[in-house]
């Protein structure tokens, strides 16, 4: 029986959804290895969040609190939770890839002497042997990882590796604390300090997107990009670019390096549909675009083609809306 074991990222005692995206691979990992999921957090004053694991399929949730541990440093907390790691003799180690899950996964597999595979997009087990994929070179090449024998993986999954599984409220269980002493070689730094930007877009629990790129050419026409978002009821996505040139701010960032989402439908306007992008939007239940290149990438991922300048298109729209 070979259990999975899943870090659980708990911040402002919220779990990280991509870290709820791990724990929903790590269930098919364990069932067709006949083990179990173990989610381990850590932090201070977060059990009661990390109770909420077993209702997103955690079979046993284990914690580590330290007053040293309540602002992240890689040195403390890898120290807190690699020795237990160690002991679990789980072959598997699943982390969110975010900024702090591959930080973390990184230092934690430093300190075992453990293989580490990051920002990986696919995993599975053959015959025995897990094995995981990341993609790269603007994911021109495909690249396949597997531990060498007797040795723990520890892994990093990208965002959009899976779907949040739903809560199942009637799961629940005891919450374990594992008992750890820090010592001050591992207290070298502490965070004084941590400023958060309030986030006011939701991105990934949008119905409808409305996202628009390089094409649109200045931050004024963005405001037929907004225009539109506003009649549908929808959020505002951009592509990198957009974000760079500062129309609008990061938080409304879709694709490799910002949010994956997921809408039922999704509005490209004036995005050629650079890789990086697609990979960011590509599962949208419908996907409309619109852009005067009739070769534009994104008409390949698109469910519905609009050839045309969006400044014509656009307007149209929002008077057919009302």
């Known amino acids: 029986m070979s259990n999975v074991i899943v870090y659980a990222e708990i911040d402002d005692g919220l779990i990280n959804d991509i870290s709820l995206q791990a724990i929903a691979v790590a269930r098919g990992l364990a069932a067709d290895q006949g083990g179990q999921v173990v989610c381990l957090a850590a932090g201070s004053g977060i059990a009661e969040t990390a109770a909420g694991l077993f209702s997103y399929g955690a079979d046993a949730v284990h914690t580590v609190e330290d007053a040293a541990l309540e602002g992240y440093v890689a040195k403390s907390y890898a120290a807190a939770i690699s020795d237990w790691i160690a002991s679990q003799d789980a072959p ?111 991105l990934k629990d949008a119905r409808i997107i409305v996202a628009g790129g390089a094409g649109i050419g200045t931050a004024e026409n963005f405001a037929l990009v907004k225009e539109l978002a506003d009649k549908l009821g929808a959020e505002i996505g951009a592509t990198r670019a957009v974000v760079d040139a500062g129309w609008v701010p990061a938080d409304h960032q879709i ?68």
């Open 255 to 322: 694709g490799q390096t910002g949010a994956t989402v997921r809408p039922e439908v999704y509005i490209g306007i004036g995005i050629s549909g650079a890789v990086q992008h697609r990979v960011g939007m590509c599962d949208a239940e419908k996907i409309i675009a619109i852009n005067t290149d009739a070769n534009a990438p994104i008409f390949h991922v698109a469910h519905y083609k609009i050839v045309g300048d969006f400044k014509d298109v656009v307007p149209k729209l929002i008077e057919m809306i009302g």
């Open 92 to 202: 598997l180690v699943l982390f969110p890839a975010s900024t702090l899950g591959g930080d973390l996964a990184a230092a934690v597999a430093t300190r075992l002497g453990a293989p580490c595979a990051l920002d990986c997009d696919s995993i599975e087990s053959e015959g025995g042997t897990t094995k995981v994929k990341r993609d790269e070179f603007d994911r021109k090449v495909m690249t396949c990882f597997e531990a060498a024998s007797g040795s723990p993986l520890i892994v990093s999954l990208r965002d959009g590796i899976a779907e949040v599984p739903v809560a199942d409220e009637s799961r629940s269980g005891a919450v374990e604390s594992i008992a750890v002493e820090l010592d001050d070689s591992v207290k070298a730094a502490k965070v004084l300090a941590r400023n958060v930007a309030k986030k006011t877009v939701n």
